[in-house]
């Protein structure tokens, strides 16, 4: 079991954020929650702990992948039971469709596909042979596996025309045509370290990662569908931004699950009766395959000058969602708070 949760903990590392992202909001559960990271960051113990968990993560033969879906498979349990969001809210009389933008292993994709009787799915996720993890998904159920890199979906993002010469040349044809609309989207897709890519990427490749679930999810989310996100760092300026965005369009829910997540800053948005074709929506879309391209062709320079939400004002923010992201938050500080107060490498410190 240690074995399993090691790797599961592992997942959810490397978050899309920044250290200097403006702090747009203080809880009394997140000063604990801080206060356990800073004591976390100081120990060497800590160190040592993380590093042994990713090392764990980094094996993708057979017996891990089935302990890793195992081990997955509760976590999605745990989050289905707490928020039902597995459950395709169904809008019309033809078969739930669902789109995994990262499968492997495939248990999320299980609870989904089992709680939807008659469902179908598309599931995109890495190739072994470029370090993504093995599929271990039952062969019975009716979803279709491709395995390719997301990130490298030029056409689906837009972006037709490759220039010439560029560093990195597995660009992808199309896979989702126009009109072709899901009810369920899981993007949980997470950068991993043994994937094979040219240097160019890796300081751009959780944005790169990241952007594309969103945007091709949302672009084929049917109205009034579901989006079930894996993020990091809930007070995190690209974060709570994405979040505001999604309560504009949706009801929206935010959940860490206790196996797995509940020391780390990683947690689920699960966005519900998603109003995908609302202006905010389309408008979202538009600026995520914008980045992408800036992400994946753009120099240092270009990239450097980024800003996901660059037309928002910290004191905006604060006015119009802080006090709701307060309320939001406040189970997910205090689940890391309270798992972080309680972690081997803490020694018999608590937090204040
Ligand atoms: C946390 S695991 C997903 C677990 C899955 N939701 C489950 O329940 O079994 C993250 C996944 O993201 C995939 N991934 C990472 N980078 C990717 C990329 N560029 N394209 C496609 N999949 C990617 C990994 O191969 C891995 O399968």
Request: proline content about 5%; overall charge neutral; glycine content about 6%.
């Amino acid at each position: 079991m240690a074995e399993i949760q090691a790797q599961v903990e592992a997942s959810a590392l490397l978050p899309d954020s920044q250290p200097n992202d403006p702090q747009p909001t203080k809880d009394p559960a997140e000063d604990c929650t801080e206060n356990g990271r800073s004591v976390g960051w100081e120990s060497s113990e800590g160190d040592q702990y993380f590093a042994k968990l990713r090392r764990n993560a980094d094996k993708s033969d057979k017996k891990s992948a089935t302990y890793f879906y195992k081990f997955m498979r509760v976590i999605g349990r745990e989050i289905d039971k707490a928020t039902n969001a597995f459950k395709a809210q169904r809008v019309d009389s033809t078969s739930p469709a669902i789109l995994d933008m990262c499968m492997a292993p495939g248990a999320f994709l299980e609870v989904a596909l089992k709680k939807n009787p008659g469902s179908h799915a598309l599931a995109f996720s890495l190739p072994v042979s470029s370090g993504g993890y093995k599929s271990v998904l039952a062969s019975d159920l009716d979803a279709k596996r491709v395995f390719l890199d997301v990130t490298m979906l030029a056409a689906d993002m837009d972006m037709d025309l490759i220039p010439e010469g560029h560093e990195d040349e597995k660009f992808l044809p199309r896979q989702l045509e126009e009109g072709m609309l899901f009810d369920l989207v899981i993007c949980d897709g997470q950068v991993l370290r043994q994937h094979l890519r040219p240097p160019f990427r890796e300081t751009r490749e959780a944005t790169r990662l990241i952007i594309t679930q969103l945007a091709l999810g949302l672009q084929h989310l049917r109205l009034g569908g579901t989006m079930i996100v894996l993020l990091h760092r809930l007070e995190a300026w690209n974060t709570v931004n994405l979040i505001w965005m999604f309560r504009k369009i949706s009801w929206v829910r935010l959940f860490k699950p206790k196996s797995g997540h509940a020391k780390r800053s990683s947690f689920y948005m699960v966005a519900t009766n998603v109003d995908s074709q609302n202006p905010e929506a389309v408008e979202a879309v538009k600026r995520w395959k914008r980045i992408w391209r800036i992400a994946t062709f753009g120099s240092d320079e270009e990239y450097g000058k980024v800003n996901l939400y660059e037309d928002t004002s910290v004191e905006t923010l604060l006015k119009d969602f802080g006090p709701e992201l307060v309320k939001l938050g406040k189970t997910i500080w205090k689940t890391q708070a309270n798992a972080l107060a309680k972690a081997p490498f803490m020694g018999k410190q608590k937090p204040e």
